[in-house]
């Protein structure tokens, strides 16, 4: 059988993909240089290599000793407020280094890839909710870098014959329903594990940033969709690959409030959560969701089983109180 590689499968979006594609009977082979992935998120059984995007002869070993039928790409640094600070680490990483990746791809056959993309290629929306056709307009260097691939992809296709889809993520959230693995980030910067560990007692408190804006609490509202959902999106958009090649959103059209999640933490765990109110972090949308019943369902045929914030925290939870990284 020929083997699936996964870039980044270490990370949280990725071993949740990989964890989901061993389930569905793919034999996977994951790739990470575990500047922020975890060994221990992937699954007993399951090949290792540890290589990095920025080194195309770590990639050379890997795709020399495996025989790939297609790329599962997580690998890239996610910190949009790093990416003002250090734009080079991005570019550098999150371009230039899937240019390696692809370039691997190229010289050893393997035409296919399913690419980690985000809402934050939009920018601040100019309408909602956001579907495909939204204008593209990234406010950071992080959506940057994920647009450039995404362009870079329409013309390797075009002149290489890549078949590809680019997930653009909502907001990734929720651990596996098992609690095996789960979102464990250094720094943690995502709301849900903050409410969740300040509830816990692990933080002093959640710091909710910005209670003015236009929206109907005042806090921002965010499209959060379940790490497992995003997995099964993968595996039907590669599967799909001989037939479409493109760009799809993948939320639940769900829009859920800073103080929405804070209550439904308080609700899942049974306790209060410290709360303390906070300027506005900069580069923040007041709203930003999927527009439902796009391409995500009526081409790749994928629904989100979870549609209940207060089910998506309970994975989280359930991961929190037990932890392994
Ligand atoms: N928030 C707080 N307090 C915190 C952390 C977050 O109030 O301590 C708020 C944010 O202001 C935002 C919401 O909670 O309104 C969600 O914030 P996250 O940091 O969890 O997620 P983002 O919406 O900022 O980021 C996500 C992805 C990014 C992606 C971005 C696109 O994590 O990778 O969506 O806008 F770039």
Same mark, same amino acid.
């Given at each position: 059988?020929?083997? *699936?590689?996964?870039?980044?499968?270490?990370? $949280?979006?990725?071993?949740?993909?990989?964890?989901? +594609?061993?389930?569905?009977?793919?034999?996977?082979?994951?790739?990470?240089?575990?500047? !922020?992935?975890?060994?221990?998120?992937?699954?007993?059984?399951?090949?290792?290599?540890?290589?990095?995007?920025? @080194?195309?002869?770590?990639?050379?070993?890997?795709?020399?000793?495996?025989?790939?039928?297609?790329?599962?790409?997580?690998?890239?640094?996610?910190?949009?407020?790093?990416?003002?600070?250090? #734009?080079?680490? !991005?570019?550098?990483?999150?371009?230039?280094?899937?240019?390696?990746?692809? /370039?691997?791809?190229?010289?050893?056959?393997?035409?296919?890839?399913? +690419?980690?993309?985000?809402?934050?290629? $939009?920018?601040?929306?100019?309408?909602? #909710?956001? @579907?495909?056709?939204?204008?593209?307009?990234? *406010?950071?260097?992080?959506?940057?870098?994920?647009?450039?691939?995404?362009?870079? +992809?329409?013309?390797?296709?075009?002149?290489?014959?890549?078949?590809? /889809?680019?997930?653009?993520?909502?907001? /990734?959230?929720?651990?596996?329903? @098992?609690?095996?693995?789960?979102?464990?980030?250094?720094?943690?910067?995502?709301?849900? #594990?903050?409410?969740?560990?300040?509830?816990?007692?692990?933080?002093?408190?959640?710091?909710? +940033?910005?209670?003015? !804006?236009?929206?109907?609490?005042?806090?921002?509202?965010?499209?959060?969709?379940?790490?497992?959902?995003?997995?099964?999106?993968?595996? &039907?958009?590669?599967?799909?690959?001989?037939?479409?090649?493109?760009?799809?959103?993948?939320?639940?059209?769900?829009?859920?409030?800073?103080?929405?999640?804070?209550?439904?933490?308080?609700?899942?765990?049974?306790?209060?959560?410290?709360?303390?109110?906070?300027?506005?972090?900069?580069?923040?949308?007041?709203? &930003?969701?999927?527009?439902?019943?796009?391409?995500?369902?009526?081409? &790749?045929?994928?629904?989100?089983?979870?549609?209940?914030?207060?089910?998506? *925290?309970?994975?989280?939870?359930?991961?929190?109180?037990?932890?392994? $990284?």
């Amino acid at each position: 059988m020929k083997k *699936i590689l996964v870039m980044g499968g270490a990370g $949280y979006i990725g071993s949740h993909a990989v964890k989901h +594609f061993v389930q569905e009977g793919y034999d996977c082979v994951v790739a990470d240089n575990l500047v !922020y992935g975890h060994r221990e998120a992937v699954p007993q059984g399951v090949a290792f290599e540890k290589a990095d995007l920025a @080194d195309p002869s770590s990639l050379e070993a890997v795709f020399g000793k495996y025989d790939f039928e297609a790329v599962l790409h997580f690998a890239a640094y996610a910190y949009v407020g790093e990416s003002v600070t250090d #734009p080079q680490k !991005y570019y550098q990483n999150n371009v230039a280094g899937t240019l390696n990746l692809l /370039a691997a791809m190229k010289k050893h056959g393997v035409h296919k890839i399913v +690419f980690s993309s985000t809402c934050a290629t $939009y920018g601040e929306p100019q309408y909602t #909710p956001i @579907d495909e056709k939204h204008p593209q307009n990234p *406010i950071n260097p992080y959506g940057r870098t994920k647009l450039m691939i995404e362009q870079a +992809f329409g013309d390797y296709a075009r002149a290489y014959g890549l078949q590809y /889809a680019a997930l653009r993520y909502f907001n /990734a959230a929720g651990a596996a329903a @098992d609690g095996s693995i789960g979102e464990s980030h250094n720094p943690e910067t995502h709301l849900i #594990p903050l409410v969740l560990q300040a509830i816990d007692g692990r933080r002093p408190c959640i710091k909710v +940033f910005g209670t003015d !804006y236009p929206t109907p609490d005042g806090t921002c509202l965010r499209d959060y969709i379940h790490v497992e959902d995003l997995a099964s999106a993968h595996r &039907l958009a590669l599967e799909k690959l001989d037939t479409f090649s493109g760009y799809v959103n993948l939320g639940t059209g769900v829009k859920t409030s800073v103080k929405d999640i804070i209550a439904a933490a308080e609700n899942v765990t049974g306790k209060k959560c410290p709360v303390e109110n906070a300027p506005r972090r900069a580069g923040d949308p007041a709203e &930003l969701y999927a527009a439902a019943h796009g391409p995500a369902e009526t081409v &790749l045929g994928w629904k989100p089983r979870y549609m209940q914030i207060e089910d998506i *925290i309970a994975t989280a939870w359930k991961w929190e109180l037990n932890r392994r $990284y």
